[in-house]
């Protein structure tokens, strides 16, 4: 994309929600749901078994504990911040995103759905030996304040390091996620 680009807000919402496709986001959400933790419970935008009726900004930029974990694993969650912090006026449920406005940053969309998959289907067999209620949304909470403040500029580089460390020992319980994430990094030679 070239620098100082204009776009429509409803270019950006499609690249957001074409990006999130290709991340495989709908496999995930669609485990979190069936266990009670879907985001958009509640909203007026909501209709039953159809879905979002009015889709903004600052939904599809706002990612869960899940999904923050699932960039930050893949080494994409800096690029998908430094993209939407570009997009102006996103709110809670709704925006005030301008028409068009101006962005020099794009969003890449490598299509990477089996490693969503392979997330999801750790999480469905998280959901059948974890028989804690709760678990996977507790877990969901727990990758977001980590990672939330891994992303912190500024935050203690020792404390970083213990959370890395946190972060590390909850990923291995994702074994089926681990498998196709080191088969696409060694595909990737990184
Ligand atoms: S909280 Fe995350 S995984 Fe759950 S429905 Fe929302 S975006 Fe999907
Ligand atoms: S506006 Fe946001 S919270 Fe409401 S249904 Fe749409 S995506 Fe979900």
Redesign the pocket.
Known sequence: MPENLRVSRESIIAMGMEALHEIG?DY??SI??ING????QGCKQLAPGVGCQLRNTGCTAWL?G??KFFLYELGLLQEWIDFWDEVPGQGYREDYTPETFVVTKELRHPDIRKLGESFAADLRELTKSHLIPGFILNL?EKFDRYIDLLMEPGYDPQKRGGIKQRIKIWSGIFQQFQQELREYKHMLNV
């Open positions: 986001s995930i959400c979190c749901i933790g879907s985001c958009c869960c899940f999904l969901r």
